[in-house]
Nanobody
Framework: QVQLVESGGGSVQAGGSLRLSCAAS??????MAWFRQAPGKEREGVAA???????NYADSVKGRFTIYRDSAKNTLNLQMNSLKPEDTAIYYC?????????????????????????WGQGTQVTVSS
């Protein structure tokens, strides 16, 4: 049975840090990613990583967020530093088993959420100014 369970969300002041974790079960996934959705906005990709460790980041988080995975434990993490109020959102862990999100590219994509067929329940991140 596939399960993605996020943890680590919370409230922090601007400039602070949080680390999100996602415990995955069921399969070994080619791509894993973090998406987020702020109130009144569409879901957007934040970062992705393939099973070789190749990463991909949204421009808005480059240099501040780091995605990494522990393949032995089948966990996905997102270290978020220098947080800004605009990072406030529900953060979702997503996994792609087939490799659709990678296609022929060197990294996993974050532009199309439909490429990820397994999703966690989400964890709230709130950054206050």
């Amino acid at each position: 049975q596939v399960q993605l369970v996020e943890s680590g969300g919370g409230s922090v002041q601007a400039g602070g840090s949080l680390r999100l974790s996602c415990a995955a079960s069921g399969y070994t996934y080619v791509c894993m990613a973090w998406f987020r959705q702020a109130p009144g906005k569409e879901r957007e990709g934040v970062a992705a990583i393939d099973n070789y460790g190749s990463t991909n980041y949204a421009d808005s988080v480059k240099g501040r967020f780091t995605i990494y995975r522990d393949s032995a434990k089948n966990t996905l993490n997102l270290q978020m530093n220098s947080l800004k109020p605009e990072d406030t959102a529900i953060y979702y862990c997503a996994a792609d088993r087939s490799g659709l999100a990678k296609g022929g590219w060197l990294t996993c994509g974050i532009n199309y959420s439909y490429e990820y067929n397994y999703w966690g329940q989400g964890t709230q991140v709130t950054v206050s100014s």
